[in-house]
């Protein structure tokens, strides 16, 4: 399996970014997706998980500023940040939710004036 994570960036407090990851290799389909943030010398933590049925439920600080979705047919989970504040400032994964693969490189994400 392959995640390949994209769309990070710097911006200043206040604006949006969308994040993007395609998934390979797996039956995309059937998985519950997440995406993930970690810092450095810090552990890895959920953001954002949607269900292979699309139901989605976020953690922490995001609620009310990030969304996240997928889409099926093109293999892909997106998260979209509005809002963004300095302590979003972190490298973002995305990972299956509950079965988990080997970690691909993530994006980085700065928040900074």
């Known amino acids: 399996v392959q995640l390949q994570a994209s769309g990070g960036g710097t911006v200043q407090p206040g604006g949006s970014l969308r994040l993007s990851c395609v998934v390979s290799?797996?039956?995309?389909?059937?998985?519950?997706m997440a995406w993930y943030r970690q810092g450095p010398g810090e552990q890895r933590v959920l953001v954002a998980v949607?269900?292979?049925?699309?139901?989605?439920e976020y953690f922490g600080t995001v609620k009310g500023r990030f969304s996240i979705s997928r889409n099926n047919d093109k293999r892909t989970v997106d998260l979209q940040m509005n809002g963004l504040r300095p302590d979003d400032t972190d490298v973002y994964y995305c990972?299956?939710?509950?079965?988990?693969?080997?970690w691909g490189q993530g994006t980085l994400v700065t928040v900074s004036s």
């Open positions: 949607i269900s292979f049925g699309g139901t989605a």
């Open positions: 290799g797996t039956s995309f389909r059937t998985h519950d």
């Open positions: 990972n299956g939710a509950r079965q988990q693969f080997t």
